[in-house]
Structure formats: C-alpha cells, structure tokens
C-alpha cells in the first residue's frame, strides 16, 4: 500500500499543539474532555481498548506538553451498554461543564446522546462507531465519526473475498439480531456480489442466521449455518458473543466444515482468547495493524506504549483509533483556540493532524472519516509460544468505497 501521504512526525511533533498564541490556560487549568464508552456488560471488552487508547494519548500529548501548556484530563464515564446510561453520563459530565467529547463504540448508545449536543454546545469523535445512520439520517454537525463505515470496511471485505476466492459460489451468514449490524452483512454481501460480477461469474449469499445479543448458546446457529452446504462463512458476531460463538463452534469441527472463514472484525481477541485453539485459518477486519504501518511514528509509538501498558504486542485496532480521537480534540482546541463548537467544527473539517492510521480526514459533507483498510489473516500455529501467528495482511484504499454522502437523510 502506498503510504506516502503520511507525515513524518513524531511525539515531540505533537508538542506544536503548544504553538503560542493559542488558547491559553489559566496556570494549574486542565484541558477536560470526557470519555463516554462501555466498560460493562457484553461489550465492555471493546470498551476497555478505546479507554487504554485515550489514556496513551493524553499521557502522549501531556508529555509533549499538552494544549499550550494545558496539561489535558480525561474524565471516563461507563454507559453501561445502554443508551439509557449513555445519556446518564453525558448529562453528568456536561453539568460539570465538559464540552469535548469522545465517544463509543455503539450506535444505540449515541443515539442516544447525539441530539443533546447542541444544547450543550458540545463537539464529539464517534470512536469506532460503523454504522451508517451515524453520519446519515441521524447526522449531527457536532460528530465526527472516526471510525470506518460499513460500506467502507465490510464493502471492501466483500471485494477482497472474491479476489482471493473466486472458487467460493455460496457464503452463510451470521449476526446478532441486532439492527444496526445488518450494514455490515449488507455491506459485505454487496461487496462480494459487485466484484463477482465484474468478473462474469455468481456468487449466492445466503440470508443471515440471527442469534440473539448477549446471548449464550449458540449451538443450534451453528448447526443452521454447518448445514448451509456454503463453503464461507461470514461472522458479525461481536465482543463476549463472538469469543463464546468461536469456542462453541471448535467442538463442531468448524474449519474443516469451511474452506474461508471470515470474522467482521473482532481480530486478535479471538486469538488471546482461545490460544492453541484459534481455527486453522481466519480473516478480520481492522481498522489499525501496526505491522501494516511501518512508516508511520506516531503508530509504532502508540503501539510501544500499548506493550509497555499491557505487555501485549497485538493491540486491538480500537487502541489506535480512540488514540487519534483525542488528537482530532486536541489539535482542533490548540488550532481554533476556543472550546466553541462553532470554531471546532470547522477546524476538524479541514484539519489533518497526523495520528496512529495515518492523516486524520474527515469528509466535510458528513463528518465521515476515510482511512486505509486493512485486512488480516490469522490462525493456529504450534510453532508459535501463543499458539497462533499472523500470517498474512491485505490492504485497500478506503475512499474507494465510501458511500454517498447524504448527511440528515438515510442512504438508499
């Protein structure tokens, strides 16, 4: 992949957010921005990553001396995998006077405090969040979603696939009965069939298998989906689900059912998870690999602070996006020198500060991010002291498929 476009700089690079004549802080005054995320229930896993992500970026820019010498404070709330406790936690730190704001990864839950940021003059990074109504009918000019859309990452997945497989005429499907997930399977499907197309053939995808959210037995999904006679298989099973899905499924012999086996995107904590018993062969989505980055600084410093953090040298790809959620806040506060959505606003639309996936865009239209994608296929491997490697990345230019821009009204 054609990496040219990123800058070369590096943490002490980030201290020109300190440039003179902007924003300046009271002596002692912190530069607050709150945290909203999951940190309970089914989807505190992802949760978890985006706070370690926040957190090495704040230590990264207060070491670099922070916003003109406003040493930032991350504030983290749990919204307790509902909407209900997201808005509980906005209105809280909001009364407290907070006006920057990151937040995800669930787009019920920011559906639920989306439409409160104009009254609190607020502006907001969309952590990770995919889901088209986010930038769509639900848009909000005070958002800005840093993370990949369905069409995006899932559409590319689809392309990818029917490259590398063209032998494969029929794949199953499996999601939690969850609406917002139905982008991705739509996305991938539509990825897959378009590319199969263009080079004469047919390819039938089958109507997903749906097993409920939080749930914990999957063994009936699985025998649905085993008796398809498809040989791939797309997974949208996401956070706990997935682990459980993938631990239930090894006792139905599952690679050997399947020739491809894809996962949307839950990447390595399959692997951490299952160890010496991660199927033979999977491929995920990510939305950051630092072995896929090599030329960028800013990601191999994030990524050595993970180690250090958690002494694991496979971050979640959440890591590197939360991380440049909260440069995105800092360099528009240091740039535009005001707390002011109004001055934030269009700072991020035409600001590109350099973080962990390279230059940080936003499409001005929708507030929709355009990043590389990136594609990883990993496994079981005896050979290896965790029981499983990395054996091979894909990668595709994300503006190629990002999808019409038709903020405040749904995409057809």
């Known amino acids: 992949m054609n990496r040219r476009h990123f800058l070369t700089t590096s943490a002490a690079g980030l201290g020109a957010l300190a440039m003179p004549g902007i924003l300046r802080a009271q002596q002692g005054e912190a530069l607050r921005i709150g945290l909203i995320t999951t940190l309970s229930g089914p989807g505190q896993l992802y949760g978890n990553y985006i706070k370690d992500g926040c957190e090495i970026a704040v230590e990264r820019l207060n070491a670099a001396g922070g916003v003109n010498g406003a040493k930032i404070e991350l504030v983290v709330r749990d919204d307790k995998n509902s909407p209900e406790g997201a808005v509980t936690a906005f209105r809280e730190l909001t009364g407290n006077g907070i ?23 607020v502006t907001m990074v969309m952590v990770g969040a995919s889901a088209l109504a986010l930038t769509h009918e639900a848009y909000n000019p005070r958002a800005f979603r840093l993370g990949f859309s369905s069409p995006m990452c899932f559409g590319g997945y689809g392309t990818l696939m029917a490259q590398k497989h063209p032998e494969i005429e029929k794949w199953a499907t499996l999601r939690s009965d969850v609406t917002a997930l139905a982008d991705i399977t739509n996305a991938f499907s539509k990825g897959l069939k378009a590319e199969t197309e263009k080079a004469g053939r047919k390819v039938e995808v089958l109507e997903p298998v749906l097993v409920p959210y939080g749930g914990a037995d999957f063994r009936n999904q699985i025998s649905n989906i085993i008796g398809s006679g498809a040989p791939g298989l797309f997974n949208v099973l996401q956070g706990a689900d997935a682990i459980s899905y993938y631990k239930q499924a090894r006792t139905f012999g599952l690679d050997e059912k399947f020739k491809v086996l894809c996962d949307s995107a839950n990447e390595f904590a399959i692997a951490k998870a299952m160890g010496a018993n991660t199927p033979a062969s999977l491929w995920s989505w990510t939305g950051w690999y630092p072995a896929a980055n090599k030329g960028n600084p800013v990601s191999d410093e994030v990524h050595k602070a993970y180690i250090k953090l958690r002494g694991d040298e496979y971050p979640n790809w959440y890591i590197g996006v939360s991380h440049d959620s909260i440069v995105t806040i800092a360099n528009a506060v240091a740039k535009a020198g005001s707390l002011d959505a109004a001055k934030l606003i269009p700072t991020i639309e035409t600001e590109t500060p350099q973080g962990a996936l390279g230059k940080i865009q936003f499409r001005k239209e929708d507030h929709g991010f355009a990043g590389d994608l990136t594609y990883i296929r990993f496994g079981r491997d005896d050979k290896n002291a965790n029981g499983w490697s990395v054996f091979e990345t894909a990668q595709l230019p994300g503006a190629e498929f990002l999808e019409k821009a038709t903020p405040g009204s749904k995409l057809n």
């Open 99 to 121: 006006k920057l704001f990151a937040q995800g990864t669930f787009t019920a839950n920011l559906l639920g405090t989306l439409p409160l940021l104009e009254e609190a003059d």
